[in-house]
């Protein structure tokens, strides 16, 4: 080859050789390529594009200015973060009263920025105004800090929710108490006050609906067989407010029956006795060697009725006493027994059972002196004592089906026309009492299972409401609505 071919490149060479040097870093081609992800540095450390040098390396940069991330170049976080110790972080919480004042001493609405902290500016509303310290405009110190005027009529409470003169706090705003107040239904009074034992209740007098006295309510008193004995328990006919120790020991006490006064008449250990609820005072009723259940008070609460059984015979009958200083009268005198007495509304005729001997009791009427006895027809298999409406129309009573279950009967007197309201089938329903309107009956019934009370419509039967629930080995029985 000549010397010429060997010191003058051909064209094509020269041009593969002019590539390979722009792809080496640093001239001087035919050296290692550099520069690229992965590939070592070039001089100086140089990599291309956004690669850095690491440990002789181009390698993609770390991540950087996210939440808890390195920190970019010049100390750049995303967003709203920064960086602290080399770290993007969220910024400590700034602006509110006592916290750090923000960049530019900046703090939220017209907090200012003092010593580093905002804080509420001098004379303002909050502000401490003990020790001469001034509020501004028309605020006022008021319990030792600056406070917009209070007392006055609409204006708010003051500190203790005080009000000027006779104004009451209510809902923290300074009111005049209306000019009828404290009775059922209207504004409480100043301070609160409601009449009698009426509550004050957001603002307006309630009844305390577990109170005897409560209008529109009406209350039951009861005969109880829990925990080995008999005691007679007091609820609300919707099965509130109970008061299972109405009447609590240590004898039995059952066959409940209201005075026209609102006291309580009951069969105790040894006799009848009258029981003052707001004293809780008995007052027992002599009868005389004759021993008594069952009470019933005449309608203007002089008399009382009773069954009876004399210490001679066993036989019982159907008694009456005066309830102040009588001697017990018997008005029947039939074979077999009377009992279950129950007054007429007037007090002119009393209902009562009687076998008169053959072991099957029926229905009779006689005059409140024992005259004209007179049996109901259709009467026959009556269970315990009758009930008469308060409107003298209807009398209640239990009498056994075909099948031996008792169910209650509602029968219009005029007419002689029955209505059985108790279901048919396995169900047994017994003792009803009349409420004061008429339009609803007390009941013992078993549709749970148990001998529990039930208030039912006393037209149909509808509309039924578990009164108690007895425990498994409990009873409840004898309902006595109480008298308005």
């Not at 967003?79 to 703090?107: E, H, I, K, Y």
């Not at 919707?238 to 066959?255: K, N, Y």
Request: aromatic share 4%; glycine share 16%.
């Amino acid at each position: 080859m000549s010397e010429s071919a060997m010191t003058t490149p051909r064209p094509g060479l020269l041009l593969a050789l002019l590539l390979l040097g722009a792809s080496a870093c640093g001239g001087g081609g035919g050296g290692t390529q550099c520069g690229d992800a992965a590939q070592a540095c070039c001089a100086g450390d140089a990599c291309h594009g956004d690669l850095v040098c690491s440990g002789g390396t181009c390698q993609n940069p770390p991540p950087c200015g996210a939440l808890t991330q390195a920190c970019c170049a010049s100390d750049v976080c995303d967003g709203d973060l920064v960086c602290s110790g080399g770290t993007c972080q969220t910024p400590p919480p700034c602006g509110a009263l006592t916290q750090a004042c923000c960049a530019s001493d900046v703090c939220d609405g017209d907090l200012v920025c003092s010593g580093g902290t905002c804080q509420t500016p001098p004379g303002t509303v909050g502000l401490a105004c003990c020790g001469g310290t001034s509020c501004d405009g028309d605020l006022v110190c008021d319990g030792g800090s600056c406070r917009p005027p209070c007392g006055a009529l609409t204006q708010e409470c003051c500190a203790g929710n005080v009000c000027d003169g006779d104004l009451a706090c209510d809902g923290w705003v300074c009111q005049g108490a209306p000019a009828s107040c404290g009775a059922l239904a209207e504004a409480c009074c100043t301070g609160g006050a409601c009449e009698g034992g009426l509550l004050c209740e957001s603002g307006t007098c309630a009844a305390d609906v577990c109170t005897l006295d409560t209008p529109g309510l009406n209350w039951i008193a009861y005969t109880t067989a829990r925990g080995g004995g008999l005691d007679l328990a007091l609820v609300r006919d919707d099965g509130q407010c109970q008061d299972p120790t109405l009447v609590d020991g240590p004898g039995p006490a059952l066959f409940p029956a209201w005075s026209p006064d609102g006291k309580l008449g009951y069969t105790g250990v040894d006799g009848l006795y009258l029981r003052d609820l707001t004293s809780g005072q008995d007052t027992g009723l002599l009868t005389a060697g004759i021993w008594p259940s069952a009470p019933a008070f005449s309608p203007d609460g002089a008399s009382i009725l009773f069954e009876g059984v004399a210490t001679a015979g066993g036989r019982s009958d159907v008694y009456l006493r005066l309830l102040v200083g009588g001697l017990s009268q018997p008005l029947t005198a039939a074979p077999g027994n009377s009992a279950g007495p129950v007054w007429a509304p007037g007090g002119a005729t009393i209902y009562f059972v009687s076998d008169r001997g053959d072991g099957v009791f029926r229905v009779y009427t006689m005059d409140a002196n024992g005259d004209a006895e007179t049996v109901l027809s259709g009467t026959a298999g009556v269970v315990g004592r009758p009930a008469v409406s308060p409107d003298g129309l209807h009398l209640a009573y239990a009498r056994l089906d075909a099948d031996g279950r008792a169910k209650v009967v509602v029968r219009t007197l005029a007419s002689g026309a029955e209505q059985v309201i108790t279901a048919a089938g396995a169900v047994d329903e017994f003792d009803p009492a009349f409420d004061p309107s008429g339009t609803r009956l007390a009941l013992v019934s078993t549709r749970d299972g148990d001998l529990a009370l039930w208030a039912v419509d006393a037209h149909g039967g509808g509309h039924p409401v578990r009164v108690t629930t007895p425990a498994a080995d409990e009873v409840d029985g004898q309902p006595a609505f109480r008298l308005r």
